[in-house]
């Protein structure tokens, strides 16, 4: 499985992104997605991820009810809707894929997004 993360970009806050993660792969529709983040002098930190159905999706505490993931088995892509985006929120985004309850084994490149006050 191969992943390309995009959509990032600078926004000012409160405002919003939507990031997508495209991969390739018959079996990708079998592997749940996570999102992760690191911003600079911090270590990765885990966003959320979705299962492999796309019927479960879990979210760190300081990104519910304002970061919302969603799969489109159709296309092999994975979104990450971010609303009410916070300057804190600033990191390179990476999504990863798994065969639960497996590691995080695949990585996509990474996509910046920068949140102005």
């Known amino acids: 499985v191969q992943l390309q993360a995009s959509g990032g970009g600078l926004v000012q806050a409160g405002g919003s992104l939507r990031l997508s993660c495209v991969a390739s792969?018959?079996?990708?529709?079998?592997?749940?997605v996570g999102w992760f983040r690191q911003a600079p002098g911090k270590e990765r930190e885990f966003v959320g991820a979705?299962?492999?159905?796309?019927?479960?999706?879990y979210y760190t505490d300081s990104v519910k009810g304002r970061f919302t993931i969603s799969r489109d088995k159709a296309k092999n892509t994975v979104y990450l809707q971010m609303n009410s985006l916070k300057p804190e929120d600033t990191a390179v985004y990476y999504c990863?894929?798994?065969?639960?309850?497996?590691?995080?084994?695949?990585w996509g490149q990474g996509t910046q997004v920068t949140v102005s006050s």
């Open positions: 990863a894929a798994r065969r639960a309850p497996g590691e995080w084994g695949y």
């Open positions: 979705i299962s492999w159905s796309g019927g479960s999706t």
């Open positions: 792969g018959r079996t990708f529709s079998l592997y749940s």
